[in-house]
């Protein structure tokens, strides 16, 4: 990047200095349509959700729903909406557990009938506000993306954070693209690069410069001229070569190893850490100035913990072309797991779902992985929130023959809904007609 082109953070960036907490509400899962993608923005009114919920509600084109079976309050006190079960048929339920009221914070998975949601509360840049979340992406990601494309046309540097396997690359693809910049966009892994071999690569060698130096090399730099280098796990650069890395940036020279002379450079940096840069700065582990020539703009891409939206439409994507429908449960199942390696452990799932489905009519409970469902069975066995054992299957055969497959009155007796009577039923394989039938007999 020449001297004429480089950027400081106190020079121009998009306004997203501004934020405001926004709410959305995504439809995800229709049970007998599969995945679904419905988008609805709540701000700071009530709003009804169900099959029939009058003027100004959210309807779900769904049978086991109640008409009003539930409502979205905002609490003006707590900035945050409460959800309300509105005495429905088959229970309201939140990251798998059934609520009459709870106070919605962060990304939360819906259950009304067959129908799931995810409620998201974003911090939403002010310059964005009438901006459209497009339908298959995450609030969260589209706001990413949004500032991405605003960015990316300035030449200011940027830096991406977020957790590792969150789509950090494919942002920094992005913006080159839309860039308008010719040259290629060159990927630095800073956390493969050892103290040795660090000025070779990125600033290149001549001939002789070392030992093993047999031939000149141009330097991921040169490659990168009059295009973009995008330094992945920046945070790992050794501190010792900081420095190089700051003039380069702040001058738009590199001097290769064992040169005599600088050569001139036209790079536009992107940057990308899941790490605390502010925290290693503080700690001396990362260059305070370093850090303020790359962080131009800063856009954060949280992991999938924050953008459940996207999960099953991911998981699709990554699965053969003709996969059966999913479950309820086991959508519910996914979107109540953590991701905790993102959109890579997505993928490996999909893999394992590919090896399991062979003749299936659809994708269960039992074709995902246990890692992946500890989240909904340990959701399943709790009534009111509280922690409780699993129910042995012989306990639970014995109540409902007790009596007689009336699962109303099962719920009752053990203080469940009777949502939650069916799910364990699902569970332990146990055909609840056929109880009743037999003892009908």
Known sequence: MSAQSSTTTSEVRPPVGSALRRFFLTQVYADGHGVAWRHHRVDGHRVVLGRDPGPGGIAFDDEQASRAHCELVFDKARGRYRLRDLKSKNGTFA???????????????????????????????????????????????????????????????????????????????????????????????????????????????????????HTHRAGLFAEAAGGTLFLDEVADLPLEQQPALLRAAQNGRVRPVGADREVEVDVRFVSATHQDLVAMQQSGRFREDLYARLAGVTVVLPGLTDRREEILGLLVAAAPARMPPLTLQAAEALLLHDWPLNVREVQQVAAVVRMFMAGASSVDIEHLPTSVTAAYHRALTCGDGRPSPPMERAELVRVIAEHEGNVARVARTLGKTRQQIYRLAALHRIDVKALRDDRSE
């Open 95 to 213: 990251n798998g557990r059934v609520v009459d009221e709870l106070l919605l914070e962060g990304c939360v998975v819906l259950r009304l009938g067959g129908t799931l949601c995810v409620f998201n509360e974003v911090e939403m840049p002010l310059a964005l506000d009438a901006f459209r979340v497009p339908d298959g992406v995450s609030p969260r990601r589209a706001i990413a993306e949004r500032l991405i494309d605003l960015v990316a046309p300035e030449g200011v540097s940027v830096m991406v954070v977020g957790p590792t396997g969150a789509g950090k690359e494919l942002l920094a693809q992005r913006l080159h693209a839309a860039s308008g910049r010719r040259g290629a966009l060159v990927p630095v892994n800073c956390a493969g690069l050892t103290r040795e071999m660090v000025g070779s690569e990125l600033f290149g060698h001549v001939r002789g410069a070392f030992t093993g130096a």
